[in-house]
């Protein structure tokens, strides 16, 4: 069986149970190598995953009779690799273990609810803005070359009434949440990874 395990949003605490039993009692754990750094006294083997998404899925589908547990940050299902494998393993085979997302963290962290949320990304696309600020409530998980300040820049393009949310590092000790308008956000120097919560003005 080949599962696909969320490890929630970063600090090994937030993992399931679930997850944990399986991720200790696979043969073989694949994961990136910051993942695969959090999962300690290991005895299998560990395959790390980077730029060898075909080459690992050639493997797992020669191997498809081992205990092997594919590990992900916060839900793989949420920009992750929940849906590469879904799309190229026979689901009899798969067996996914949602974590808790880095969205989600953040929202509890707020006190704001998920409901009618719009989940986007800006990894390895140009983001339709017009659309994204369109909605009242969005949450993006964004990469180095679309982040909090680039965001920021589009909504006051557009002269909206936004709030902005930065969630950076979640559940790590170096957590920071700066919550503001768009010119609060800009004069932050510099964000370390992170989600990014746009809310209309109430
Ligand atoms: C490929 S996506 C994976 C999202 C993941 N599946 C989830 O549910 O959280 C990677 C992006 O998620 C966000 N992210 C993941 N973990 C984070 C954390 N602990 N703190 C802040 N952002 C995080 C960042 O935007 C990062 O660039």
């Known amino acids: 069986m080949i599962n696909i395990i969320g ?16 991720i200790y009692s696979s ?10 750094e959090s ?19 050639d493997f797992i589908k020669n191997n498809l009779h081992k205990n092997i547990s594919v590990i992900a940050s916060g839900d793989p299902s949420i ?34 609810d998920m409901n009618d949320v719009y989940i986007t990304s800006s990894h390895g696309k140009i983001p339709d803005f017009d659309y994204i600020l369109s909605h ?9 070359k679309i982040g909090p300040h680039e965001i920021c820049r589009e909504i006051q393009k557009r002269n909206l009434d936004k709030i902005v949310v930065v969630g950076e590092n979640l559940s790590y000790a170096n957590e920071r949440i ?8 800009l004069s932050v120097d510099k964000f370390d990874m992170n989600v990014v919560v746009i809310l209309d003005e109430k």
């Open 136 to 144: 009242k409530k969005v949450c993006m998980v964004t990469d180095s």
């Open 79 to 112: 920009y992750g690799i929940g849906k590469y494998l879904s799309n190229n393993i026979e689901h009899e085979n798969l067996n996914i273990v949602s974590g808790i997302s880095s969205l989600q963290y953040i929202f509890s962290k707020i006190f704001v």
């Open 39 to 57: 999962i300690e006294n290991f005895s299998g083997e560990k395959i790390v995953l980077g730029n060898n998404l075909k080459e690992i899925l």
């Open 27 to 36: 043969d073989i754990l694949i994961g990136g190598k910051r993942n695969l």
């Open 178 to 185: 700066t919550i503001g308008k768009p010119k609060d956000i």
């Open 7 to 22: 490890l929630g949003p970063g600090e090994f605490d937030y993992i399931t149970k679930m997850g944990e039993k399986l």
